[in-house]
């Protein structure tokens, strides 16, 4: 009777083409021994697909197993999001001492508000980069201890194609002392679907990239074999997350955003195929792209992080010709997998410092389209924060995409419900609590109320346009009130280019916070 | 005799030899007919040197001469701040509706706090990019009326050498109806000194510049000749701007910023010779200069917008190699006409496009440095406006570097006076009001009290950091408790990634615009 090893070792043959690793194959929780408190680990995956599984879990087992919670933590590197199984599962377990630069678990989400785990989010394209040159890790002199990779195969070199993410998977490997492979024979590998581009310390090369179909690197990750201290086969592939339809909200900014795209071709801003699309994750990203995909733009492309479900039926009719980004992050996988042959030659899965390089965003002019917790009057957004003071996920990449693009357009609903008001939470507001994309960066704000063109107004201007534009109705006389009386005060002295009152210019937030609106009685 | 015309092409023949447009050549005064109420107007130069002046100063003479002070106002698009002879002359003169992208005349900035010239400051890399695609004048379906464009010679092809800046005179170049060219006569033509790239509409091609002496560009600009309604000669050269030598707390920074490099290249962060340097305008900015001209660096290079006074002697000494730039903005511009071909070789001048492109910035690993008017514990800074509303110059180009550079530094004094406190303002505060640069963009944050490396740190840890290393020792307590009582207060919520109170985030400010000093008797 075969060992359990060798059981192992027959059904990852056929996806390990490099003989010296089948001597590393183990069980997952032979991986245990590798860790100790305090470790700088570093896993594969991004936003969340194509993260590290197995290892983990098997190590959220054994601290479950020996009470072991709070004893056993780590500081967690990895490019975005993973999932609720193993990240936020270790979140339970208060096994992750810090988590560099995004996260989206509800019970992390917890510990990171309570000030028990500590994180820094920063923009998706500088994480890897500041990670490479050792900034993170400073007080070990950079790099990780272990990294835990999820690969779908492995090359005669013994070079890892990994799977339907590359995130800071390639800097992870090139930094990090150990490596753990998870080879992932649940789904096809993707062999062929990367352009992989190594870290390296300036000065680098131009990336050649011109359009978002141009291939500057290679399709599996060189590392070195010495590093590999276990191989173990993985099964897992976590359902995707469900997408609610768009709603009348959603579609509604959609339009305004068709409307905006026809009339810029129309006055020659905009090529009849646009440029590049770069859309978030979301209920109005995802009805964007619906409208889009009914709208008469064609030959479209995009240059984004995030591939979702709304591009695939525009990648069947033809809408859209190509796409580039750093995962596949779709609600079912199952129609990729079945179409795989279809879709394969239609993407590309590149690292993140290369999806979100301000370098390749402005040069091909990508459209940046993403949501914000809350926007002001004078174009500034809030994307992490509620209140200024809570984390919801992290800054994510939007700001690579809005920093740099040809466009930055910016999507909210104009209010919130509360529990005691519908419309409770206007979302345009006299100053945000927390500032990640400024005036400087963003060209257009959208609501269903309607679309405000803020390019080359002066503030007062913009905060009339979008008071007028993009309030919900309910707030416009309020946040007009609130302008004139800025304006009033400031403009007389001398100091009124942004017209701002300081000691009310969050009284809308601290409203909500006693009395559960922002609706005033007075201001 | 000879007639003032032929006088006039007498003298400018030796910088013209493209003979058709000596046929234009006339007096600044006879140029006025071509101006008309609302046009859109685009000056050369830069900070401020390079810029449009014996046109400007006819045109308010004109308007002084006439009474029609309010009566011939101008849309001005010039990529950086002019002199006070002609930019504020003209704010003097009300003849500026609006202004992109920033401005730094006294009179200018009392009309836009007042409301009356509207203004909107934006990243110096995009400025000239937003021009061109046509975003500022949309209505007009983009393009400008008539630029005004100095240069120090003309080709054989009629193209335009320019002078000591180039700024965003070549995309203003590309899409005005019409030029006026003024020939300086006054300074040395600058040919061969600069690295012309012109505007086009995406994609473009990589700007393949991998050193800071990369050339790939041309040495003037080429127009359409058609465009040329007017050609008079300038003997006009603004005298520099003073710059106050290094004091006290300026030359405490720089100590600290050189005793960081060090420790960054004895941790193998930085190369011996470091990256390239950024370097802003001001007191600080030249006393962290001159402290590298007395540090053990050798070889280093620049790449900034500016090239500064305090770079000349560190070329002298070979302690810098090679200086990219925008403009030449120096206190005496003798000791270079002087040395003019010693100096020649040793800087490139190209449009703001290029030198704050973050796509080279990055490329380069660029080391950033600039002076905010204000920073927060969290390391958000302001740069651009006084409590939030008051508008000084404008953003610059201090977030093209510190968004995109391989360290990005920002120093300002602790604390500065105020007429009843000699440390009335905190430069170190709870939340910026107005922010410009964001936590995600900024490492180090540097005081004449020491040096907050925030590189890695969660915001709370980053916050005790801030308030240790560079806050001012009277301010310590203060900012203490109100760190303590913002983490007590909403991590018990869980809601306290970045702990603040909204209600007292502003009350030092508001303490100083009653009392006239941030220390506050209690939160």
Redesign the interface.
């Known amino acids: 009777m075969l060992s359990s090893a060798a059981r192992s070792i027959a059904s990852l043959k056929s996806r390990c083409a490099y003989a010296p690793y089948l001597s590393k194959v183990c069980k997952p929780e032979d991986t245990v021994k590798f860790f100790k408190d305090g470790m700088n680990v570093g896993w594969s995956g991004f936003t969340p697909v194509g993260d590290a599984k197995v290892v983990p879990i098997a190590l959220s087992e054994y601290v479950e197993k020996n009470h072991l919670q709070g004893k056993l933590r780590f500081n967690l590197f990895c490019g975005g999001s993973t999932g609720s199984k193993n990240e936020d599962r270790w979140a339970k377990n208060n096994m992750i001492s810090?988590r560099?630069p995004y996260q989206s678990g509800k019970n992390h989400r917890?510990l990171?508000?309570?000030?028990i785990s500590?994180?820094?989010?920063?923009?998706i394209s500088?994480f890897p980069q500041?990670l490479f040159?050792?900034?993170?890790?400073?007080s070990r002199?950079?790099g990780l201890d272990i990294a835990i990779i999820e690969a779908t195969e492995i090359l005669e070199d013994g070079s890892l194609v990994l799977g339907a993410s590359v995130g800071s998977t390639t800097e992870i490997s090139q930094i990090a002392d150990k490596i753990i492979i998870e080879l992932n024979t649940a789904i096809p590998s993707f062999k062929g679907c990367h352009d992989i581009v190594y870290g390296c310390?300036?000065?680098?090369?131009?990336?050649?990239i011109?359009?978002p179909g141009s291939r500057i690197g290679e399709i599996s990750i060189k590392i070195d074999p010495s590093k590999v201290i276990a191989v173990v086969e993985s099964n897992l592939s976590f359902p995707g997350l469900p997408i609610a339809g768009p709603d009348a909200t959603a579609t509604a900014i959609a339009g305004h955003i068709v409307d905006f795209f026809q009339n810029e071709v129309k006055?020659?801003?905009l090529p009849e195929n646009l440029?590049p699309l770069q859309s978030g994750v979301g209920n109005i990203a995802n009805a964007v792209l619906h409208g889009l995909n009914n709208s008469p733009f064609n030959n479209l492309a995009v240059y984004t992080e995030v591939l979702q479900d709304a591009m695939l039926p525009m990648l069947d009719t033809g809408k859209l010709t190509f796409a580039s980004a750093s995962a596949l992050t779709l609600a079912q996988y199952d129609k990729l997998y079945q179409n795989f042959d279809f879709y394969k030659d239609k993407f590309i899965l590149r690292p993140q410092a290369i999806t979100n390089?301000?370098?390749v965003v402005?040069?091909?002019?990508v459209i940046g389209m993403n949501t914000p917790v809350e926007v002001d009057m004078y174009g500034?957004a809030n994307s992490t924060?509620?209140?200024?003071?809570?984390?919801i996920n992290g800054?994510g990449g939007s700001?690579d995409f809005e920093?740099?693009g040809?466009l930055s357009i910016m999507h909210c609903p104009s209010a919130r419900k509360t529990k005691k008001d519908p419309t409770g939470i206007s979302c345009i507001l006299p100053?945000c609590?927390?500032?990640?994309q400024?005036?400087?960066?963003l060209?257009v704000i959208v609501t269903e109320q309607g679309l405000a063109d803020l390019?080359?107004?002066?503030?007062?201007?913009r905060a009339r346009l979008m008071i007028e534009k993009a309030a919900h109705p309910s707030y416009k006389d309020q946040l007009r009130e609130y302008l004139n009386m800025?304006?009033k005060e400031?403009?007389s002295k001398?100091?009124?280019?942004?017209?701002?009152i300081?000691?009310k210019?969050?009284k809308m937030?601290?409203n909500l916070a006693t009395k559960g609106t922002m609706h005033l009685d007075s201001w």
Chains 1, 2 share one sequence.
């Not at 310390?201 to 050649?208: I, Q, S, T």
């Open positions: 810090r560099y917890k990171i508000n309570k000030g500590l994180m820094a989010d920063k923009h500088m500041d040159y050792g900034f993170y890790t400073k002199g950079g310390k300036p000065p680098y090369k131009p990336l050649n011109t359009s006055q020659g801003r440029y390089a301000p370098e402005r040069r091909l002019g500034h924060h509620i209140n200024g003071t809570q984390m800054i700001n920093r740099n040809y100053m609590t927390h500032i990640d400024t005036e400087h960066d060209d390019r080359g107004l002066a503030p007062v201007e800025a304006i400031t403009q001398g100091a009124g280019h942004e017209p701002q300081l000691e210019v969050f937030h601290e």
